[in-house]
Nanobody, 117 residues
């Protein structure tokens, strides 16, 4: 069982930056794929960025940089030049074999990011 706790969300003006953190516990560090998703009301959750257990990374938003610290067992998302359309609840996810399927087994509670214009 893996527990995920996100932090770092908040209210920021357009053009600003935020850094989200996801602290994982309950599993061997580095043993699973991890990712960030986001969701707005009325829409399905969408993949934002992630790092596989092998260290492969991907980001669907060029302004965002994902990184992973296997010593701290923490996933980060550096979000720069934020836009109002980035407003969403951001979720951290983890799983085994998830990188290929985009299906994750464990989810955090989410952290709200609000970007004002």
């Amino acid at each position: 069982q893996v527990q995920l706790v996100e932090s770092g969300g908040g209210l920021v003006q357009a053009g600003g930056s935020l850094r989200l953190s996801c602290a994982a516990s309950g599993g061997a560090s580095g043993a699973y794929d991890m990712a960030w998703f986001r969701q707005v009301p009325g829409k399905s959750r969408e993949f934002v960025a992630g790092v596989s257990r092998s260290g492969e990374s991907a980001s669907y938003v060029a302004r965002f940089t994902v990184s992973r610290d296997n010593v701290e067992n923490t996933l980060y998302l550096q979000m720069n030049t934020l836009k109002p359309e980035d407003t969403a609840v951001y979720y951290c996810a983890a799983g085994w074999g998830s990188w290929a399927t985009n299906r994750y087994d464990y989810w955090g509670q989410g952290t709200q990011v609000t970007v004002s214009s």
